[in-house]
């Protein structure tokens, strides 16, 4: 018996997407930075949000890390309603208007139900990540889930190559599906106040329509935000939080279609 395949809704498929070449990421994190030079202000409190996010995972993470889900899932909360804002200040920018950081605070406000969803979706993600990392531990180690510093010990030992492999190789599966339903759904409901199943299929239409580029992308990303959390316990993520926030607007702008017939908002 043949199975038909679960149909694309309509919105979705209606939504044209741009070639993106392999320069492309480049080219937003240039467009990010412009924007962060010209709203210092505005990228100096996010930024600052961002720093004080992971100074507090990683204070909990040496000190309690049995508690460091539940944080991590707080942050995952969160970290939408501060990226929104960037995005924001970036579209403002693009129109030829002024930012202002009470706009980007409240610039959620009217897409409630999508977000809500949308960051349901990463919880549930985050949810089954840990849980899945803590039958890789069971299945490798007899002797329970280790502290922090075992955590540590044990990701780094390369002697356990076997379970550091098995232990990547889930962990990059799960973040894969994260960036590909998220790379674009939420600047895209800012700007389209579209629902959350488009938003993620046309972001998931992105990312296999040009995995190479988004790969590099995420790639970038995470060089930038592991070399920020390298320098003066996380102090970099001042500047590498907004500079991505904005550059996503960018990747976001180059990789799907504006509809024309839509009114610039205000």
Same mark, same amino acid.
């Given at each position: 018996?043949?199975?038909?395949?679960?149909?694309?809704?309509?919105?979705?498929?209606?939504?044209?997407?741009?070639?993106?070449?392999?320069?492309?990421?480049?080219?937003?994190?240039?467009?990010?930075?412009?924007?962060?030079?010209?709203?210092?202000?505005?990228?100096?409190?996010?930024?600052?949000?961002?720093?004080?996010?992971?100074?507090?995972?990683?204070?909990?993470?040496?000190?309690?890390?049995?508690?460091?889900?539940?944080?991590?899932?707080?942050?995952?909360?969160?970290?939408?309603?501060?990226?929104?804002?960037?995005?924001?200040?970036?579209?403002?920018?693009?129109?030829?208007?002024?930012?202002?950081?009470?706009?980007?605070?409240?610039?959620?406000?009217?897409?409630?139900?999508?977000?809500?969803?949308?960051?349901?979706?990463?919880?549930?993600?985050?949810?089954?990540?840990?849980?899945?990392?803590?039958?890789?531990?069971?299945?490798?180690?007899?002797?329970?889930?280790?502290?922090?510093?075992?955590?540590?010990?044990?990701?780094?030992? @390369?002697?356990?190559?076997?379970?550091?492999?098995?232990?990547?190789?889930?962990?990059?599966? @799960?973040?894969?599906?994260?960036?590909?339903?998220?790379?674009?759904?939420?600047?895209?409901?800012?700007?389209?106040?579209?629902?959350?199943?488009?938003?993620?299929?046309?972001?998931?239409?992105?990312?296999?329509?040009?995995?190479?580029?988004?790969?590099?992308?995420?790639?970038?990303?995470?060089?930038?935000?592991?070399?920020?959390?390298?320098?003066?316990?996380?102090?970099?993520?001042?500047?590498?939080?907004?500079?991505?926030?904005?550059?996503?607007?960018?990747?976001?702008?180059?990789?799907?279609?504006?509809?024309?017939?839509?009114?610039?908002?205000?």
């Amino acid at each position: 018996m043949e199975i038909s395949p679960v149909p694309v809704p309509a919105a979705a498929s209606e939504v044209e997407l741009r070639p993106l070449r392999w320069g492309d990421p480049f080219r937003w994190l240039a467009l990010g930075w412009r924007d962060l030079r010209a709203v210092p202000g505005i990228a100096l409190f996010y930024g600052s949000c961002f720093w004080a996010m992971a100074l507090l995972i990683g204070w909990l993470f040496r000190s309690r890390p049995e508690y460091v889900m539940s944080l991590a899932s707080g942050c995952l909360l969160l970290g939408p309603f501060l990226a929104m804002g960037l995005y924001d200040a970036s579209r403002r920018l693009e129109a030829g208007q002024r930012p202002a950081l009470g706009s980007s605070i409240t610039a959620w406000d009217t897409h409630i139900p999508s977000m809500a969803m949308l960051v349901l979706v990463l919880v549930v993600l985050e949810l089954l990540w840990g849980r899945a990392s803590m039958v890789v531990f069971a299945v490798f180690f007899n002797t329970g889930m280790p502290t922090s510093a075992g955590v540590v010990q044990a990701v780094f030992n @390369f002697e356990n190559w076997e379970f550091l492999a098995v232990y990547l190789l889930v962990g990059g599966a @799960f973040a894969a599906i994260a960036f590909a339903s998220m790379v674009v759904a939420l600047p895209m409901i800012l700007d389209r106040d579209t629902d959350a199943l488009t938003a993620c299929i046309t972001s998931v239409r992105v990312a296999a329509g040009h995995p190479g580029v988004l790969l590099l992308w995420g790639l970038l990303i995470t060089l930038l935000v592991g070399s920020s959390l390298w320098w003066t316990w996380g102090a970099g993520l001042v500047l590498v939080g907004p500079l991505l926030g904005c550059a996503s607007w960018h990747a976001y702008r180059h990789a799907v279609a504006p509809v024309l017939s839509a009114p610039t908002q205000g």
